[in-house]
């Protein structure tokens, strides 16, 4: 079965500086990897996805993640934060192409943002 | 609109109750799921269906029932609810693909 481990359940950074939210995932075959994020009293919203394509992935609002196979690994940066990215992020795992078993999720990460 | 949409988003019942959270999507995924978020938990998965008649058991599936006699409805049913299950419920779709879930707003259940 897969999991996700998502370090550190609350990164703290000033605002303009780089975040980092690192997750690593256990999966006996190839994965395909996902991050959401989630504003108060929201759903998950999805940022981007690794489908097995270009390892560098690229999402929305300035987000991207690097899937790294030896490191097991699928870190999500940002080169300066804004206030406006506070939220809860979630990294997602899944072995099953199609969805059929649906996502594994971390336990999150809540991102603050200091002014 | 098109979309996933939960009812009701906010729910206070009493211990030994029977609560019926629904969710309703438009845009005939196949797959659907139903997610409990709490803190230090994430999100864990209840129950999820391939197809209309078709259900399997998540991850944490007790105390809980669903149906799906329609494609686009995916009840949970909480047929005695204990204060454990107090929590954001969550329901998601997909079509298949990649595996990318797509979420409603949630709903907000309270036991007292």
């Known amino acids: 079965a897969q999991s996700v481990t998502q370090l550190g359940s609350h990164v703290s950074v000033s605002e303009g500086a780089l975040v980092l939210l690192r997750c690593n995932y256990s999966?006996?075959?190839?994965?395909?990897l996902f991050w959401y994020v989630q504003y108060p009293n929201q759903g998950l919203q999805l940022l981007l996805k690794y489908t097995s394509a270009a390892t560098l992935v690229k999402g929305i609002n300035g987000f991207e993640a690097e899937f790294k196979k030896s490191e097991t690994s699928f870190h999500l940066t940002k080169p300066s934060a804004h206030m406006s990215d506070a939220a809860e992020y979630f990294c997602?795992?899944?072995?099953?192409?199609?969805?059929?078993?649906?996502?594994?999720f971390g336990k999150g990460t809540h991102l603050i943002i200091q002014p | 609109d098109a979309g996933i949409t939960q009812s009701p988003r906010y729910k206070i019942t009493e211990t030994g109750r029977q609560v019926t959270l629904m969710c309703h999507q438009t845009w005939s995924h196949s797959y659907m799921f139903w997610y409990r978020q709490d803190l230090g938990h994430g999100l864990r998965l209840i129950y999820y269906?391939?197809?209309?008649?078709?259900?399997d058991k998540g991850e944490v599936p007790d105390g809980y029932v669903v149906s799906r006699s329609k494609t686009e409805n995916f009840p949970l049913t909480l047929e005695s609810a204990t204060r454990s299950q107090t929590s954001v419920y969550f329901c998601?779709?997909?079509?298949?693909?990649?595996?990318?879930?797509?979420f409603g707003e949630g709903s907000r259940l309270t036991v007292l």
């Open positions: 997602a795992v899944t072995v099953s192409g199609g969805g059929a078993d649906g996502l594994t």
């Open positions: 998601a779709s997909t079509g298949g693909g990649t595996g990318e879930l797509f």
């Open positions: 999966s006996s075959v190839p994965p395909y």
């Open positions: 269906s391939a197809a209309a008649d078709i259900t």
